[in-house]
């Protein structure tokens, strides 16, 4: 059973920066996606960053794409969150997933999928508040 610990959140104010790490325990394939979710009160869980340790391959949500950076450590199975230029609706709780199988691929390409559902393993979450 795989155990997912996420830490890193916390209050900023608009235009800051936080840092989010997620660390594995137990046993994963080595190909698999790992990443972050968010919800915010009243909405719908959506994905924000993943990467597919495949090929390195990311997604981003269109609203986090130019200012959010993923990053991992294979060797600590670690997936971390680099958030910058922080806005008042990037206030939720942030959760870690990971999968094997959360990946659709071409001839060329797999690219992490963005579902919720797809996601076998979830860590507690993290706040993330910001304030403007």
């Known amino acids: 059973q795989l155990q997912l610990v996420e830490s890193g959140g916390g209050s900023v104010q608009a235009g800051g920066s936080l840092r989010l790490s997620c660390t594995a325990s137990?046993?994963?394939?080595?190909?698999?996606?790992m990443g972050w979710f968010r919800q915010a009160p009243g909405k719908e869980r959506e994905g924000v960053a993943l990467i597919y340790t495949g090929g390195d391959t990311t997604y981003y949500h269109r609203s986090v794409k130019d200012r959010f950076r993923i990053s991992r450590d294979n060797s600590t199975k670690s997936v971390y969150l680099q958030m910058s230029t922080l806005k008042p609706e990037d206030t939720a709780m942030y959760y870690c997933a990971a999968d094997t199988s959360a990946v659709e691929c071409n001839d060329v390409y797999c690219l992490p999928v963005a579902i919720p559902d797809y996601y076998k393993y979830w860590g507690q979450g993290t706040q993330v508040t910001v304030s403007s």
């Open positions: 137990g046993y994963i394939y080595s190909t698999h996606v």
